[in-house]
């Protein structure tokens, strides 16, 4: 922001990094899982091995809780003006 950069762009910057990360990551646990459910069949009840509702709903939860783990930080990086924070005051 002290180089010119605006507070919403500053804040989509960091939120959108978190979201590539967390999409990664459910991408790459989804897979895992999917794989591991043979395995973890006898400790689920109620739901089949490879339940897509499940899968689909896990995944918007993390991504969700992502997206609102890098907002928050940035929303509050973004209030700190720019000067101080380059004099590190």
Known sequence: MA??????????????QGFIVAVVGV???SAISFGAARLLRG???GITEH????????????????IAA???PARRATR?????ALRGS
């Open 3 to 16: 180089l010119g950069a605006t507070s919403s762009g500053v804040r989509w910057l960091v939120v959108r």
């Open 70 to 72: 890098s907002y928050v």
């Open 80 to 84: 700190i003006d720019p000067l101080s």
């Open 51 to 66: 339940d897509p509702t499940t899968f689909v709903v896990v995944g918007a939860v993390l991504t969700v809780v992502a």
């Open 27 to 29: 991408l790459i646990g």
């Open 43 to 45: 400790m689920v009840f």
